[in-house]
């Protein structure tokens, strides 16, 4: 009996051992920091430096009790929300901010947990984003003085964090539009001027095509004005070289000239198949038909008269 008891005690003892033991160890990791709380009291801040390692350590089992912070960078993803610019422009802004706890006792006593903290920070640069961006012009903050303005404001809100133990590492805008209603008025107003821009380059188009074409034509009327004034030149200076050819062939051999005037009259006025000419026979037209002389047909009458006397 007495064995059995001294048996007892001793698990129980061994077992009351092993739990304070296990109460008393813990860990802190590479990347963890903590602190060691005795009744609520801020005894040890383990791994905020290089000072204290990170490892193995122990505690008082049932009177300290420890709480482990991340030493990492940790995300804080903001709101979207609908900013007023200094040029009375509405600009829907998303950012987010990357932070880390560089205090771990501060952290603890300002805002206790991570929750707090990503209100209280986004609470932060919520209100540095409204202050920074007021003062700013559309076109500043989208485009041409960006960056300058996100360093501003993480460098406000890194000041109001150190109250909270915390550094802000970065602070970033990734979309700055404008509202759905007015990206639409937008929208429709640049369609409006694109739509007046392209009315006035077809206008001048058609003017300055206008004038193109009237020059053409005047171009052209000049040109085959001149052009008609030239071949009128130059069949007159063909009809007079014409006719003093001819001029001078009638004065070589009048007989000769006189039968080819004929025969082009005989060729003009015998052309058609159904020609029909109302003309005496003894018209001098035919005078080739009765005597290839062409002497004229009293002539040959009388000289043939002659001859039978």
Do not use: C, H, W
């Not at 009177?63 to 200094?86: C, G, H, S, W, Y």
């Not at 880390?100 to 947990?113: A, E, M």
């Not at 107003?189 to 004038?211: F, H, L, P």
């Amino acid at each position: 009996m007495n064995r059995q008891a001294l048996r007892t005690g001793l698990v129980v003892i061994a077992a009351l051992l092993a739990v304070s033991f296990y109460a008393s160890v813990f860990t802190v990791g590479q990347m963890q920091q903590a602190l060691v709380l005795q009744f609520g009291r801020v005894r040890a801040v383990l791994n905020q430096t290089g000072e204290d390692r990170p490892g193995l350590y122990f505690k008082l089992p049932f009177m300290e009790n420890v709480i482990i912070f991340d030493k990492r960078v940790l995300d804080l993803d903001l709101p979207v929300q609908t900013l007023l610019t200094a040029d009375r422009q509405n600009l829907e802004v998303d950012a987010f901010a990357r932070y880390r706890i560089t205090d771990p006792l501060r952290f603890y006593q300002s805002v206790g947990n991570l929750g707090l903290a990503n209100q209280r920070l986004a609470s932060f640069a919520n209100s540095s984003l409204r202050n920074v961006l007021a003062r700013s012009t559309r076109d500043a903050i989208v485009k041409t003085d960006r960056m300058r303005l996100m360093n501003e404001i993480q460098d406000d809100v890194n000041r109001q964090a150190k109250s909270l133990g915390v550094e802000i590492v970065d602070l970033r805008m990734t979309r700055v539009d404008l509202p759905a209603q007015n990206s639409s008025a937008v929208y429709e107003r640049m369609k409006t001027e694109r739509k007046r821009e392209a009315a006035d380059i077809r206008a001048n188009g058609d003017q300055i095509a206008a004038t193109i074409r009237a020059k053409a034509d005047r171009d052209v009327t000049v040109i085959l004005a001149e052009a008609n004034q030239k071949s009128e030149e130059l069949r007159g200076e063909g009809d007079a070289e014409k006719n003093r050819i001819l001029a001078e062939a009638f004065g070589k051999d009048p007989g000769f000239f006189a039968f080819y005037r004929s025969m082009q009259a005989y060729e003009a006025g015998l052309k058609g198949s159904d020609t029909r000419l109302v003309i005496s026979p003894n018209s001098d037209f035919f005078r080739y038909f009765g005597d290839p002389q062409g002497r004229g047909r009293a002539a040959t009458t009388g000289s043939t008269a002659g001859a039978t006397r």
